[in-house]
């Protein structure tokens, strides 16, 4: 019977953890370019009462297994990259990926991440920089008597400037892929950094060899539904009960049994 109680405990923490993270796939819903998490369970080791062939003690043979479970694990939580809704802004500076790609970022440390928020502002020097002040890499500086800004699908940067009717190539801006994107480690802050699982960065230019080419004036959406995971609530909430009910049952049993006397 103690069986059942460890067992119904492993559904109850397992579903808690899963609740943990429809509530953040909720609660970034309006975050630019936010991926939902997926939850990912497995069963645990089973106990073998008997064991199909065995023979009993009159000589016949066993044809079925016994084996009773030990309950359920978290086993992973992975991004979902797949693409979110366009959203129109007509700003200048804010990018959207349409395909397959990241633009990289310079953090304060001089270390590389990952990232579809595209975005962007204009630093004080010129530097285009996310919310953070982290730099996109290369570095591309807008001169300050820029009258126009504008950024090509291919990730070509351009400028006009005054008293100039040709534009003028200040940058391009390059994007990177991955072997395995849901390998990718979230650190917050809408940025992702590589592990063993990603595989190493894989350079390239928007728009071409399979890279995703840039919107200007676009943002990508968060790719969570509000109803999917409203419904992933309701089956987590459900089978949260159903588990605590089992720990009921089993403590009843357990209590009849140990109130019976000779």
Do not use: C, W
């Not at 996109?136 to 070509?156: K, Q, T």
């Amino acid at each position: 019977m103690m069986r059942a109680l460890h067992t119904a405990a492993s559904g109850m923490y397992a579903q808690q953890l899963y609740v943990d993270s429809v509530s953040n796939n909720l609660a970034n819903v309006n975050t630019t370019a936010f991926k939902k998490a997926r939850v990912e369970f497995q069963d645990l080791i089973y106990q073998a009462v008997q064991t199909v062939g065995s023979v009993r003690n009159l000589g016949t043979v066993v044809p079925n297994d016994l084996r009773v479970g030990h309950g359920v694990k978290t086993v992973g939580i992975e991004k979902m990259h797949s693409q979110g809704s366009p959203t129109q802004t007509n700003n200048p500076m804010d990018l959207m990926i349409e395909g397959e790609g990241f633009f990289k970022i310079r953090k304060a440390d001089d270390s590389i991440a990952y990232t579809r928020d595209g975005s962007f502002k204009r630093s004080p020097d010129g530097r285009i920089i996310n919310a953070d002040g982290y730099t996109l890499e290369p570095d591309i500086v807008i001169p300050d008597d820029a009258l126009e800004l504008i950024m090509a699908p291919d990730g070509l940067v351009e400028v006009r400037l005054p008293g100039d009717n040709n534009l003028q190539e200040i940058g391009q801006i390059e994007m990177v892929r991955f072997t395995n994107p849901t390998g990718l480690r979230a650190i917050g802050k809408n940025l992702f950094i590589e592990t063993d699982s990603s595989g190493p960065p894989l350079n390239g230019q928007p728009s071409l060899e399979g890279y995703g080419e840039i919107n200007q004036g676009y943002l990508e959406s968060s790719n969570v539904s509000v109803v999917e995971e409203m419904v992933k609530l309701i089956v987590a909430q459900r089978a949260y009960e159903i588990s605590s009910k089992a720990i009921k049952t089993a403590e009843e049993l357990l209590s009849l049994a140990n109130n019976l006397k000779r």
